[in-house]
């Protein structure tokens, strides 16, 4: 009979430990934010992917410097015609999501835009969109697959027009220097965007 009280307490426990886990573990249209509840709205759920140029398949478009090429963090899209033959060409959001960051950051990156998309199974991943001629979308701003949120610059003529992107499974991560052997936090792009091409829904 002594064992009765040690179970029930043992039960209670497991009932408000599953209760705070469910309080932690987010829905896929609900996402635990610092301040409050983020609710997801559920057309903006990423389900699937695409090229960030060149809309659908990146047609005209190469990839200059991959990921992992001299430590390389992205990808860099450049035009078939090389040089700044795609200066001001449209650049489109790779997936649904939020936008987080669209803003000048500093004279080697331009401008640069940041979109936190919300996958089915309550994971995220944070795509960012650099050296960037135009902005066109701001800050908290829910976007499609598709949607053109920029275009294509050279950080005002630093460099040679292309598109640096950068896909990450650590969301909020500082900038960084878009390049780095240490590849922590970081998805190789292209493979990630094939691999991905259409989400399986979870349900």
């Known amino acids: 009979m002594k064992t009765l009280p040690i179970l029930l307490l043992a039960v209670l426990f497991s009932c408000v430990n599953a209760q705070q886990n469910d309080e932690i ?5 609900e996402i635990a934010s610092k301040d409050s509840t983020f609710v997801v709205p559920s057309e903006y759920v990423a389900d699937q992917f695409d090229y960030p140029v060149g809309k659908p398949d990146a047609k005209g478009y190469f990839n200059a410097q991959g990921f992992g090429d001299n430590t390389h963090l992205g990808d860099d899209w450049n035009g078939l015609g090389g040089g700044d033959s795609d200066l001001g060409d449209p650049v489109y959001a790779i997936a649904d999501g939020y936008v987080t960051f669209a803003q000048e950051h ?3 990156w331009g401008n640069v835009i940041r979109i936190v998309h919300y996958l089915p199974d309550s994971s995220q991943v944070e795509s960012l969109y650099a050296h960037c001629n135009e902005i066109l ?3 908290n701003q829910w976007v499609s697959v ?3 949120i920029g275009t294509i610059g050279n950080a005002n003529g630093r460099y040679k027009a292309h598109l640096h992107l950068e896909l990450r499974y650590e969301v909020g991560m500082p900038i960084g220097g878009g390049y780095d052997s240490d590849t922590k936090g970081y998805f190789d792009p292209t493979g990630y965007i094939e691999r991905h091409r259409k989400v399986p829904n979870r349900d």
């Open 137 to 139: 979308v701001k800050e």
């Open 25 to 29: 573990q987010p829905s896929h249209n």
């Open 106 to 108: 500093n004279a080697s």
């Open 146 to 148: 598709g949607d053109q």
